[in-house]
């Protein structure tokens, strides 16, 4: 009976998705995924996704912040390891091939550099919960708040930048990021 609990506590994982996906399992673990990356920039081609017929927007980038934990105590010893993925969805982004532009693909890209930069942050925000059996708890409370901060953040950006038409907050967006971005170096 010892030996089973102890089995139980030795390996646990949690997962927490982006909430516009699909929840956790098989198929979504195969979806693809691109990792952020500070020396890979998307590109086009990165947009696999059918254009929404829906909304007047040229492109449209689905993005976000997973993390998942294990969970490891032995002989009073507790080990967490964490892992935190800002990732580009590219079967769920698109554009308008016609309507494209170097401008537009950078707007696009700052998009995933605000999830960026909210990886960034939970994981600074991660690392101050005690290493205990209330963690998982705490880190999912971290999480949702993160990811409400995130989708705001995301929502303010299109909003003062017109979805790209304002080139002047655009411009401020970008410098905005960048200087977070360097803010939280040591988080990525």
Do not use: C
């Not at 492109?59 to 009073?76: D, I, L, Q």
Request: zero cysteines.
């Amino acid at each position: 009976m010892k030996l089973s609990i102890a089995a139980l506590f030795l390996f646990l994982v949690g997962f927490i998705p982006h909430p516009d996906t699909p929840s956790f399992d098989e198929s979504e673990s195969k979806e693809e995924k691109i990792h952020w990356e500070e020396n890979r920039k998307l590109t086009w081609a990165d947009f696999k996704g059918v254009p929404n017929e829906i909304d007047q927007y040229v492109a449209s980038t689905n993005s976000g912040v997973s993390f998942s934990f294990s969970y490891k105590e032995r002989n009073g010893v507790t080990t967490i390891n964490i892992e935190v993925k800002s990732n580009f969805y590219p079967e769920l982004s698109w554009y308008r091939p016609a309507s494209v532009s170097p401008y537009i693909l950078a707007h696009e890209q700052l998009h995933f550099d605000i999830s960026e930069l909210h990886a960034r942050k939970l994981r600074k925000q991660l690392s101050t919960i005690p290493k205990n059996r209330e963690y998982k708890e705490k880190a999912e409370k971290l999480y949702e708040q993160m990811e409400t901060e995130r989708r705001d953040m995301q929502h303010q950006y299109d909003n003062d930048s017109d979805h790209s038409n304002h080139e002047e907050n655009e411009y401020q967006w970008r410098a905005y990021v960048a200087q977070q971005l360097a803010e939280y170096d040591s988080w990525k």
